[in-house]
Structure formats: structure tokens, C-alpha cells
């Protein structure tokens, strides 16, 4: 079955799903709730759920790191997914935000679902990006939700090793009460 009956429904499809990233990105909400209301789109959520859902949730990614709360909170009403992955850096939209240091989205991402313990390709968690942007504030409420300190990423690297690293003391010092010592065999492996 095909998805649009013509070149010109594709055509307004993809001028659509442009615009719908852009005002994302910019935080245009209404211009963003008149593409999710367009014929395009309702073609779409009738014919191919799953690309619907993709086009959403690469939406929720766009409006993440830059803090638009509001297109958030309408995405997330239309069920963008918090924990959908980018296709490049396999990155949540709850990690991308964390690593802007966007606090307010970041509570709202997990309030609907957001895995504050996910994974990118890499191994980073929201957390992880937090601590290594520096953002204190963000580290606070991912351990409050539950982030793990002592989770590593794909180079044995924790959320506190990457703060030391960046020289983020006020991170440090934070993710210092919350993470377990590392142990004499992990220093010894890790060459210290």
C-alpha cells in the first residue's frame, strides 16, 4: 500500500515534516500544532503509525535542547516518545536536554517516562552529559529520579569521571556523596 496517492500528497508531506523539525527547533508552537493538525499528517498516523511516531519523536528531540517547554508538553500529549532514539548518536531526548541543561524539560521528560539511566550509542546517560556540561542543577534532579552515578559508559567511564574530568568541582563534589569508591583493581586497570 502506498502512503500517498500522489506526488504532490509527498511533496506537502515532506514540506511538512521539515517544517514540523524547524518549529520544533524554534519553538513554534503554533505553527508546530498546525503541521500536526495538517492533511499530510493525518495520512500519515492512518497509514504508517510507525512513521508517525519517528516524525515525533524527532520532533521532541529538536525541542529538548533548546528548553521549549511548551512544544514539549504538546509533543509528549501526542505521545512523542522521551526515550526515542536520534538515528545518528542514538541519544534520548532526555539526554540531549540534560546535556543543554535544560532543567525544566528534563523533569517533564521523566515526569512522562524518561529513562534517566538510558544509554546512548556511546554509553552516556542524561546524567553523564550533565556532569560533563558542568550543570549542577540538572545532576541534582537526575539523582533525585534516579540516575545512577556508578553506570558506565562504553569507556569505563563514570558520571563523577567525567565531571574531574571537565574540572566541574561543584559537580564533583555533588556526585562524590552519591558514588560508590572505586575500587584498588579498578585504579590499578585504569593505570592511577
Same mark, same amino acid.
Request: charged residues 30%; hydrophobic residues 40%; contains cysteine.
Given at each position: 500500500?502506498?502512503?500517498?496517492? !500522489?506526488?504532490?500528497?509527498? &511533496?506537502?508531506?515532506?514540506?511538512?515534516?521539515?517544517?514540523?523539525?524547524? #518549529?520544533?527547533?524554534?519553538?513554534?508552537?503554533?505553527?508546530?500544532?498546525?503541521?500536526?493538525?495538517?492533511?499530510?499528517?493525518?495520512?500519515?498516523?492512518?497509514?504508517?503509525?510507525? @512513521?508517525?511516531?519517528?516524525?515525533?519523536?524527532?520532533? *521532541? &528531540? !529538536?525541542? =529538548?535542547? +533548546?528548553?521549549?517547554?511548551?512544544?514539549?508538553?504538546?509533543?509528549?500529549?501526542?505521545?512523542?516518545?522521551?526515550?526515542?532514539?536520534?538515528?545518528?548518536?542514538?541519544?534520548?531526548? %532526555?539526554?540531549?536536554?540534560?546535556?543543554?541543561?535544560?532543567?525544566?524539560?528534563? %523533569?517533564?521528560?521523566?515526569?512522562?517516562? $524518561?529513562?534517566?539511566? %538510558?544509554?546512548?550509542?556511546? $554509553?552516556?546517560?542524561? *546524567?553523564?552529559?550533565? #556532569?560533563?556540561?558542568?550543570?549542577?542543577?540538572?545532576?541534582?534532579? *537526575? *539523582?533525585?529520579? $534516579? $540516575?545512577?552515578?556508578?553506570?558506565?559508559?562504553?569507556?569505563? @567511564?563514570?558520571?563523577?569521571?567525567?565531571?574531574? @574530568? +571537565?574540572?566541574?568541582?561543584?559537580?564533583?563534589?555533588?556526585?562524590?556523596?552519591?558514588? #560508590?569508591?572505586? =575500587?584498588?583493581?579498578?585504579?590499578?586497570?585504569?593505570?592511577?
Amino acid at each position: 500500500m502506498k502512503l500517498f496517492r !500522489d506526488w504532490k500528497q509527498l &511533496r506537502s508531506f515532506k514540506k511538512d515534516a521539515v517544517a514540523g523539525k524547524e #518549529a520544533a527547533r524554534s519553538g513554534d508552537i503554533e505553527a508546530l500544532r498546525e503541521i500536526l493538525e495538517s492533511e499530510s499528517h493525518k495520512i500519515v498516523a492512518r497509514r504508517d503509525p510507525e @512513521m508517525l511516531q519517528i516524525m515525533l519523536d524527532s520532533y *521532541l &528531540r !529538536d525541542a =529538548s535542547p +533548546e528548553g521549549h517547554l511548551d512544544v514539549v508538553r504538546l509533543l509528549l500529549e501526542v505521545n512523542a516518545n522521551p526515550n526515542g532514539y536520534e538515528s545518528r548518536a542514538k541519544a534520548s531526548s %532526555l539526554t540531549l536536554a540534560a546535556f543543554r541543561g535544560k532543567d525544566e524539560v528534563v %523533569l517533564e521528560l521523566m515526569k512522562h517516562g $524518561g529513562d534517566c539511566n %538510558l544509554q546512548s550509542e556511546d $554509553g552516556f546517560t542524561p *546524567l553523564m552529559m550533565a #556532569a560533563y556540561k558542568c550543570s549542577v542543577s540538572t545532576v541534582e534532579k *537526575l *539523582l533525585e529520579h $534516579g $540516575g545512577n552515578p556508578n553506570q558506565k559508559n562504553n569507556a569505563g @567511564m563514570r558520571a563523577i569521571d567525567l565531571a574531574e @574530568m +571537565e574540572m566541574n568541582f561543584d559537580t564533583t563534589e555533588l556526585l562524590k556523596k552519591h558514588t #560508590a569508591p572505586v =575500587s584498588l583493581f579498578e585504579k590499578l586497570a585504569r593505570g592511577e
